[in-house]
């Protein structure tokens, strides 16, 4: 039986939505088909046997369109296998230790028994939309912390669960 994999994402600058590219591109690899979609944009999860969610977190919260798809899908979220992943710290950290979820996304991990969740460095590069960011960026606080080898690791491990539970 073929597995399908919805790979959510909220992403405002394109980011978070590379690190989404990258997780489907892992799982396809691995015999999966995964389809990347923008989080705001998926209506329906009845194709999927199991969904990926990432968010970019602003000021210690996930992406609103990323709350609002886990919201709106609570009830078939509830019923397949999930993982999270966040993208933001703008420093090695994400690289050099595990960072856990923030608050909601913790709570919502809670409420649907999440399989697993990471945090990995986010990007803020010239050319990002919105006040903050040019703030951010104007202080020398920018740059691009995504760890590919650590994205590709993570996703190995979703595609061995993925396995898994496709042979029992």
């Not at 990926?52 to 019923?79: C, E, S």
């Not at 923030?102 to 803020?124: D, I, Q, W």
Request: proline share 5%; net charge positive.
């Amino acid at each position: 039986m073929e597995q399908r994999v919805l790979v959510a994402h909220g992403s405002t600058s394109g980011s978070t939505e590379r690190i989404a590219q990258t997780v489907a591109d892992v799982l396809r690899t691995a015999g999966i088909t995964a389809e990347v979609r923008p989080a705001r944009f998926v209506t329906d999860l009845d194709p999927y046997e199991a969904v990926v969610v990432g968010g970019a977190l602003y000021a210690g919260r996930w992406h609103k369109d990323a709350r609002r798809f886990v919201r709106r899908h609570r009830g078939a979220l509830a019923h397949r296998p999930v993982w999270f992943f966040s993208s933001g710290p703008l420093d090695p950290t994400a690289s050099q230790r595990d960072i856990p979820p923030v608050p909601g996304v913790e709570r919502a991990m809670a409420r649907l028994a999440v399989r697993g969740h990471v945090t990995f460095g986010g990007c803020l590069t010239e050319g990002a939309r919105g006040r903050i960011a040019h703030m951010i960026l104007r202080d020398g606080k920018g740059g691009d912390f995504r760890d590919f080898a650590a994205i590709e690791n993570w996703a190995t491990g979703v595609a061995k669960e993925l396995g898994a539970m496709a042979h029992r």
